[in-house]
């Protein structure tokens, strides 16, 4: 990513994780990021589509410490499908480790927003307080979850948006997933799906509601 883009992009970020940032505050930094950053995918995949070598596909693994490491990789894994980008889970004992396959650029923006939107699923859930009575894990991890449904549909929204504006985009987008999965499955080639997780907590609308104003747009994780 260019400085002057990463900069604007960093900029915006910053005012979004301020805890002192208003939910109407936070949509709009959220709806400029979102635009800067699935606009500059695509356009690092049209150049790529001339010079392969330009953006090539790489991998890189993501650890996520405790507590909540399972529901953290599971928002990883949201913010990377709709950048093209895929994830292989890999054992849990304690933290949680993510396969990220990619390209560089697409690698690039998933590390950035999410770094991001821990720190403000972070103060999320210390606004949110635990319901009398309701355990607070199960409801943390509800909220976790609510919060990255939104976040999901919110970045294939910005990306679709992104590749229609560009002649040509969407077919040169799937030969690059395509490359991507290859990758993976080279990597993997017995890949076994995750079991669904059954969540008690009641904190999956409050999460759901903080995924809508989280601002979308660097690589450390920060534990929650």
Do not use: N
């Amino acid at each position: 990513m260019s400085d002057t883009l990463l900069a604007r992009v960093r900029k915006l970020l910053a005012m979004a994780e301020d805890p002192a940032c208003t939910p109407g505050e936070a949509e709009a930094f959220t709806a400029k990021a979102a635009e800067l950053i699935a606009k500059y995918g695509v356009d690092q995949a049209m150049l790529a589509a001339e010079d392969p070598t330009a953006d090539p596909v790489g991998d890189r693994v993501v650890t996520v410490d405790p507590p909540y490491a399972r529901d953290k990789a599971g928002l990883l894994a949201a913010v990377a499908a709709p950048m093209r980008c895929r994830v292989v889970h890999l054992e849990r004992r304690g933290l949680a480790r993510s396969h990220l396959f990619g390209h560089t650029a697409d690698l690039e923006r998933v590390e950035l927003l999410f770094t991001s939107l821990l720190v403000q699923a972070a103060h999320g859930l210390a606004a949110s307080p635990v319901p009398e009575g309701e355990h607070a894990a199960a409801y943390r991890r509800s909220w976790m979850a609510g919060y990255t449904q939104a976040i999901s549909g919110r970045l294939w929204a910005a990306e679709r948006s992104a590749a229609a504006e560009t002649p040509g985009a969407e077919i040169v987008l799937v030969d690059r997933t395509d490359l991507v999965e290859r990758r993976r499955d080279e990597a993997y080639p017995r890949l076994a799906r995750m079991r669904p997780r059954r969540l008690r907590g009641s904190g999956i609308l409050r999460g759901f509601q903080a995924g809508q104003v989280a601002h979308l747009g660097g690589t450390e994780v920060t534990s929650i």
